[in-house]
């Protein structure tokens, strides 16, 4: 019985992942150019943009880690791959989050709870991309400082969305290289599978 087998080339793929990105550049010039009625439909885009990178990051993982499986390198080639691939994942999430709070109005959306004077606050609201990075980077590592508190239904979603997205991508990370270590003899170079 003749049996083809499939085996993707994956060597350009990372290269592809910044894609994920585009929704927020083109909601970005959404607001530069219709901002009436990008502020009236705000709540929306927000709720659309939270239902987009859970099930993107999803599904991007499933099937990275699929064609992944089917590569033809040795087996500790394709987990440093996809060591790669996942820190290439964290940081496009906490890039999308950060960009999504940036374009929403950081300020808008989080409440700066620590006891700091008005010229602190200040110097820190002139930084908003910044301060969204921060807020993103927090959020997915679980850290959860408390100095930002969010201010609306959908920031709660989103802050929510983010940190178990960064959970599972732990656990999962954390699976694979239980993985790898117990089947080290596999890893081995040198020894055929």
């Not at 219709?34 to 943009?49: G, V």
């Not at 099930?55 to 791959?81: G, P, Q, V």
């Not at 996809?82 to 959306?109: N, P, Q, R």
């Amino acid at each position: 019985m003749l049996s083809i087998s499939y085996r993707p080339n994956l060597t350009y793929t990372p290269l592809l992942l910044p894609l994920i990105l585009l929704p927020l550049i083109g909601e970005g010039m959404w607001k530069h150019y219709y901002p009436a009625f990008f502020i009236d439909k705000k709540e929306i885009f927000l709720t659309i943009n939270i239902i987009y990178i859970v099930i993107t990051r999803l599904a991007l993982l499933d099937t990275m880690l699929f064609l992944f499986s089917r590569s033809k390198r040795a087996l500790h080639i394709t987990l440093i791959r996809i060591v790669g691939l996942y820190l290439e994942i964290t940081l496009i999430t906490i890039s999308y989050f950060a960009i999504m709070f940036y374009i929403f109005d950081v300020f808008h959306l989080f409440h700066y709870s620590a006891d700091i004077a008005a010229a602190q606050l200040a110097t820190i609201k002139q930084h908003e991309l910044l301060v969204a990075f921060y807020i993103s980077s927090e959020l997915f590592t679980t850290l959860g400082m408390g100095d930002w508190v969010p201010q609306s239904l959908n920031a709660m979603m989103a802050v929510s969305s983010e940190v178990i997205l960064g959970v599972i991508q732990a656990g999962v990370f954390m699976a694979i290289i239980i993985y790898a270590h117990q089947n080290k003899e596999i890893l081995a170079p040198g020894r055929k599978r």
